[in-house]
């Protein structure tokens, strides 16, 4: 079974662009939650979608936004770009909504704005 | 507000020994906890869990202990072995609201030294 995928792998923006990424979760899998990691924070929990409705928010400001299809592939949309928004993007999904289903990661996106 | 913190950023522990990555948190609404090991250029990788109404679970080298009075997790890898070195993720998620998203830490990095 192919697992989760994310593109671009690598993106360079300059500030004030927008960016948008994308996530293919495995096979069957309906719900899609989406990370940044960033030296010293972690992964900061971003959102989570299922079944094309976003069903938890973490802490970002609504420059994030992100969608999901109903083939459940998922978006997310990064707009006015800061340099603090530099980081690692993952995106990881699961069969079920919430942190009791096991989640499995893509590689991630690297984003670097400058 | 870090409501999951690993507060030793790195561990180093020679091969063949005991490596003890510590967790704790501070959302009592937590009642289930996970630890991901993450590789450079990877996405991070579920490795054990545990449930609130235990204290201990084990897989192979690995075993997590709960200790719910003092909000504080451990993992335990004996023996340690070189390929165990990556980056620990503590992560807790719980039933409602918005502990059901899945909070991590911001990791530590262990390095098993031959």
């Known amino acids: 079974k192919a697992g989760v995928t994310q593109t671009p792998r690598y993106l360079i923006k300059t500030r004030g662009q927008q960016v948008t990424l994308s996530c293919s979760p495995i096979?069957?899998?309906?719900?899609v939650s989406w990370y940044q990691q960033t030296p010293g924070q972690g992964l900061q929990f971003l959102f989570e979608?299922?079944?094309?409705?976003?069903?938890n928010k973490g802490n970002f400001p609504g420059r994030f936004s992100g969608r999901q299809f109903s083939n459940s592939r998922s978006e997310m949309n990064v707009s006015t770009l800061e340099l603090g928004d530099s980081a690692l993007y993952l995106c990881?999904?699961?069969?079920?909504?919430?942190?009791?289903?096991?989640?499995?990661f893509g590689p991630g996106t690297r984003l670097t704005v400058t | 507000d870090q409501q999951v913190k690993q507060n030793s950023p790195s561990l180093s522990v020679q091969e063949g020994r005991i490596s003890i990555l510590n967790c704790d948190y501070t959302?009592?609404?937590?009642?289930?906890f996970l630890w991901y090991k993450k590789y450079p250029a990877e996405g991070p990788t579920f490795l054990i869990s545990?449930?609130?109404?235990?204290d201990k679970n084990e897989d192979g080298r690995f075993t997590v202990f709960l200790n719910k009075s003092a909000k504080h997790l451990s993992l335990h890898i004996v023996p340690s072995q070189p390929g165990d070195s990556a980056v620990y993720f503590c992560?807790?998620?719980?039933?409602?609201?918005?502990?059901?998203?899945?909070?991590f830490g911001t990791g530590t990095r262990l390095q098993v030294m031959l």
């Open positions: 545990i449930s609130s109404i235990k």
């Open positions: 992560a807790a998620s719980g039933s409602t609201g918005t502990a059901s998203k899945l909070t």
């Open positions: 979608y299922f079944s094309e409705t976003q069903r």
């Open positions: 096979s069957g899998h309906r719900s």
């Open positions: 959302n009592s609404m937590f009642d289930y």
């Open positions: 990881a999904s699961s069969l079920g909504t919430g942190g009791y289903y096991e989640q499995y």
